[in-house]
Nanobody
């Protein structure tokens, strides 16, 4: 059974930093595609960052240069380092594992990020 558990969310002031982590069990992030999404109240869920099997990364334009996605193969985790946070970054952040060969997706339960002074 594949499970994803996010952690690291919280309240931060504008300009601050947070590090989100996604612990994966039942599958290997190294062999699949891992992504971070976010959803703010009243808005659609949007893709924030992804990392592929080859460790190729991609980012939404709104977070380029501020967020970094990374993978720790030894710990089976994926992280999202978020710097220079803005109020518009506030959302529930979700981790997703995609298994392309099976065309399956698995989601975590989400972690809340609040950016406010």
């Amino acid at each position: 059974q594949v499970q994803l558990v996010e952690s690291g969310g919280g309240l931060v002031q504008p300009g601050g930093s947070l590090r989100l982590s996604c612990a994966v069990s039942g599958a290997s992030p190294r062999l699949n595609v891992m992504s971070w999404y976010r959803q703010a109240p009243g808005k659609q869920r949007e893709l924030v960052a992804s990392i592929t099997r080859a460790s190729s990364t991609s980012y939404a334009d709104s977070v380029k240069g501020r967020f970094t996605i990374s993978r720790d193969d030894a710990k089976n985790t994926v992280s999202l380092n978020m710097n220079a946070l803005k109020p518009e970054d506030a959302a529930v952040y979700y981790c997703k594992l995609t298994i392309p060969v099976l065309n399956r997706e698995y989601w975590g339960q989400g972690t809340q990020v609040t950016v406010s002074s």
